[in-house]
């Protein structure tokens, strides 16, 4: 398959969009956005850009889940409802629901692992941007005390000052391909500030959940869908996106 020239020098000049209409289930969906990494590192899929709402869930890092207190943390997440899994990309536990949008960027490249840093800075603007086109006061930089912390966090300020962090982001590089995932939480960020409390102690890891919250906490009436439409809405300002149909029919 032929690559596609880059726009900005990051993302490929044209965009295959599939929005995922519902969860296949919290660990297949975790499972397909790597099914799809492999399909691009085969020559067998071009850019794509995959959204849904995912089922309630803490995606544990690598690290995480070598630590003694990870299986009462696990079982901490299933006790509030939330699937504990461990993700391939990068990270520390990080936890979504329905009130989220979960955006797995996947493109073939071959030298993809140079160009690794400079995408998380990428995307970090990208989120930035279309968080603005909602009225969200956001910004880019690592919150003190925030969970799965990342020089690239991108985060909200509310009127008082507070900073919430609002999109978390992972990425995997393999030869041939890359895979950027974002998290976006818009609404109903009680439940995650909760499951996140009892997992990070039994982790034993400090955070502070005053940094944990939606968009919605900050623009009232917000949804996912308005974020989903402001997001697609900033890809089109720097790309030309396709509809694209179901790719999960061919991800096996």
């Known amino acids: 398959m032929t690559q596609q020239p880059r726009a900005e020098g990051m993302i490929a000049s044209s965009l295959a969009v599939f929005r995922q209409q519902q ?13 799809l990494l492999t399909r691009a590192r085969q020559g067998l ?11 309630p869930t803490v995606a544990f890092g690598q690290r995480d889940a070598r630590l003694s207190g990870y299986p009462e943390a696990a079982l901490a997440a299933s006790a509030a409802g939330f699937a504990p899994l461990v993700r ?24 993809a692992m ?15 941007s279309a968080l603005a086109r909602v009225g969200v006061r956001a910004g880019v930089g690592e919150i003190p005390g925030e969970y799965c912390p990342g020089e690239f966090t991108v985060h909200g300020t509310a ?7 609002l999109v978390g982001t992972a990425q995997r590089v393999v030869a041939g391909a890359w895979l950027f995932s974002s998290v976006v939480v818009v609404e109903n960020s009680a439940p995650l500030r909760d499951v996140l409390t009892a997992c990070y102690a039994a982790l034993e890891m400090p955070w502070d959940p005053r940094t ?12 996912v869908a308005d974020v ?20 999960l029919a061919t991800t096996a």
Do not use: M, W
């Open 23 to 35: 969860s296949a289930g919290a660990d297949e969906d975790l499972g397909n956005g790597i099914a």
């Open 45 to 55: 899929l071009g850019p794509t850009l995959r959204l849904y709402r995912p089922e």
């Open 88 to 111: 391939k990309a990068g990270g520390r536990a990080a936890a979504y629901h329905q009130g989220c949008l979960v955006v797995d960027h996947i493109e073939p490249q071959q030298d």
């Open 114 to 128: 140079i160009t690794a840093k400079g995408r998380f800075r990428y995307f970090g603007d990208l989120f930035e």
């Open 159 to 165: 009127d008082d000052g507070t900073r919430l962090k």
């Open 212 to 223: 944990a919250g939606g968009a919605a906490d900050l623009v009232l009436g917000l949804d």
């Open 228 to 247: 989903e439409v402001a997001l697609l809405a900033e890809y089109a300002s720097r790309t030309r996106l396709v509809e694209a149909g179901d790719l």
